[in-house]
Each structure stands twice: as structure tokens, then as C-alpha cells.
Nanobody, 121 residues
Framework: VQLQASGGGLVHAGGSLRLSCAAS????????MGWFRQAPGKEREFVTL????????DHADSVKGRFTISRDNAKNTVYLQMNGLKPEDTAVYYC???????????????WGQGTQVTVSS
């Protein structure tokens, strides 16, 4: 599967952005989809994931209550709605696909190219 992330940009603190990740292939609905982020000089970290079947999701504590992941299997797309953005959310955001639930980058088999999110204070 190939993934294409989009929707990043520059926003003021407190603002919102919606990231999209479009997937190729007919088996999109069978994958667990995740979002990770990587800030300069830091390791890539888990942000959120959504289960393939019932749409159950989990989020990192740092984004709970502010970020929401969703998926549209008919459009082969997963979304990340980010509200209440903070300067510490600044990072390159990556979408990824896996055949299993994982909170670690090594658990994902397919990656998008990343989209930059910059939050100014």
C-alpha cells in the first residue's frame, strides 16, 4: 500500500488543522492506521491510531482531548483533526499502516512521506 499525507501548514497556537492520508490499494480497510510525529532532534513518536474493524481509536496522552483520528474506508483515507494546537505539536507528521495494533514505529510496514505542521506561539 502507498500512503500520501497532506494538510500540514503553519498555524497560530490554539488553531486547528486537518491532516489527510490517502492510501492506494483495495485492502485499506484491513489495516490499522496510525499517525506519528517527529520533531527536530527527537525520535519519532506515536500520536494516534485507529483500528480497522470498528474504528476504535487510541491517542497519546499529550494529544487526548485535542486530536481526533477517523477513517473513511470508502475513500481509502484516514484523517487527523487537530484542535487546540500548541507550539510543542510542531513536527513532521507521518501516517502509517500496519497489520497489527502497535504504538511503535517499528510496528508499521508502510509510511507516508510526512507533512510539516508548525505552530507559532
Amino acid at each position: 500500500v502507498q500512503l500520501q499525507a497532506s494538510g500540514g501548514g503553519l498555524v497560530h497556537a490554539g488553531g486547528s488543522l486537518r491532516l489527510s492520508c490517502a492510501a492506494s490499494g483495495r485492502t485499506f480497510s484491513s489495516y490499522v492506521m496510525g499517525w506519528f510525529r517527529q520533531a527536530p532532534g527527537k525520535e519519532r513518536e506515536f500520536v494516534t491510531l485507529i483500528i480497522r474493524s470498528d474504528g476504535s481509536a487510541d491517542h497519546a496522552d499529550s494529544v487526548k482531548g485535542r486530536f481526533t483520528i477517523s477513517r473513511d474506508n470508502a475513500k481509502n483515507t484516514v484523517y487527523l483533526q487537530m484542535n487546540g494546537l500548541k507550539p510543542e505539536d510542531t513536527a513532521v507528521y507521518y501516517c502509517a499502516a500496519s497489520n497489527r495494533v502497535s504504538y511503535y514505529p517499528t510496528g508499521y510496514d508502510y509510511w507516508g512521506q510526512g507533512t510539516q505542521v508548525t505552530v507559532s506561539s
